[in-house]
């Protein structure tokens, strides 16, 4: 069984898959508590739900791709047999985690989408730095940044694990309504950095508030 908070069929607003349609499913609980968190609501909300249920419910919308989200989704220990049921539906499998719990027992096969949490969120302390030795080609990593420091702070991070050309894609995302995307954008060209600037397609197309998006 998982504690299920939601299941839905949008567009998926970030990483390189962004903008394809995508099934959500988010579980229930976090124990981090980011200044910026938009999902607070996933933090408690939730009821149990089978595997099968799971998959069932994610294959009755037709969707090829599906990502595993919360909360955090490696807090309950069913994700994992939950992601590989899902891969041996053939379809394309993303996790999103918050990078403080290891990732090494994440199935092969699965898209891992890695936070690493910069100061402005107040979790930065919680990073599990050792996942940086678990990285892998088709790995991703998002950095939500808040400010300038949140700026330095990823920039830095990238450098000092040489991570440009170890992963898929590096992400640097302004908290919406926060950071404006257009001084993150001179920021990142000022320093010729080889990062992608992610914007969350969602909260353009639907209000930022709306839930099951």
Not at 2 to 19: D, K, P, R
Not at 59 to 77: D, S
Request: aromatic letters at 8%; charged letters at 25%.
């Amino acid at each position: 069984m998982l504690t299920i908070n939601e299941i839905f069929h949008s567009i998926q607003g970030e990483s390189t898959h962004a903008g394809r349609p995508c099934v959500f499913v988010r579980l229930t609980a976090c124990d981090l508590r980011c200044s910026w968190c938009d999902t607070p609501y996933a933090f408690t909300e939730g009821h149990k739900v089978s595997i099968d249920d799971v998959v069932g419910q994610v294959k009755g919308f037709g969707c090829p791709v599906v990502e595993i989200t919360g909360g955090e989704p490696l807090l309950q220990k069913n994700v994992y047999p939950l992601m590989q049921r899902l891969l041996d539906e053939k379809l394309t499998v993303m996790v999103e985690t918050g990078g403080h719990l290891s990732i090494e027992h994440i199935p092969a096969g699965v898209l891992r989408i890695m936070d690493v949490k910069c100061p402005g969120s107040g979790e930065s302390h919680r990073h599990d730095w050792t996942n940086m030795d678990r990285l892998i080609a088709t790995d991703e990593l998002k950095f939500v940044l808040k400010d300038r420091a949140d700026y330095e702070f990823a920039r830095n991070v990238v450098a000092r694990h040489n991570l440009i050309g170890r992963v898929a894609a590096v992400h640097f995302s302004p908290v919406h309504g926060v950071l404006e995307a257009r001084q993150l954008a001179e920021w990142i060209l000022e320093d010729r950095l080889e990062v992608r600037l992610q914007l969350q397609v969602h909260k353009y197309i639907w209000d930022p508030a709306t839930r099951g998006v």
